[in-house]
């Protein structure tokens, strides 16, 4: 293989890097983590992929990726077909509109926008829960599930950067 066709298939890899870790976050989204005392809910990893790669490198995350992570997040928890990818292409949509003030800011920001964000989620997912379920559900599960991403997106961010710098393209040497 010659060496423009390897640097070819290179930059095709280092572009599918965001989709592999929102594949990777489908995975540990489905893992039960058994924290005494709180109910049985999992973190929301799938969103902090998505709230990160669309500040950081949108480009690489493209809307027909991001609705196949939440459909495959859909089939994984066995939520309403199509709500959560629903829900991950809105949080693109917004965060897109806002990428320009948050990658300008301090960290603090970022944080406390995916924080909003998270609720924001959690409270449509309990809604469109207790539609799909026809009946009232008590949100505490879903405000549990926004506290606990919204505390593991600093931890994200950082398992995120590897994937990050491997995803930018070499300079031309």
Do not use: K
């Amino acid at each position: 293989m010659t060496s423009t066709a390897t640097s070819r298939w290179l930059v095709y890899l280092r572009a599918l890097v965001p989709f592999g870790t929102g594949l990777l976050a489908v995975a540990l989204s489905s893992v039960p983590y058994n924290v005494p005392y709180l109910p049985p809910v999992t973190p929301f990893v799938a969103l902090m992929v998505v709230f990160y790669w669309s500040i950081h490198r949108p480009e690489h995350l493209p809307t027909p990726a991001i609705f196949a992570i939440g459909l495959m997040q859909d089939i994984v928890t066995g939520g309403p077909p199509g709500a959560l990818a629903l829900l991950l292409l809105l949080v693109h949509a917004l965060t897109m509109s806002q990428r320009r003030i948050l990658l300008g800011q301090i960290y603090l920001v970022e944080w406390a926008g995916f924080a909003l964000v998270a609720v924001g989620c959690s409270l449509a997912g309990w809604l469109l829960t207790c539609l799909y379920s026809t009946q009232l559900i008590v949100p505490w599960h879903f405000l549990v599930q926004a506290f606990l991403t919204s505390a593991l997106y600093p931890a994200a961010t950082l398992a995120l950067a590897p994937a990050w710098r491997l995803s930018r393209a070499p300079e031309a040497a």
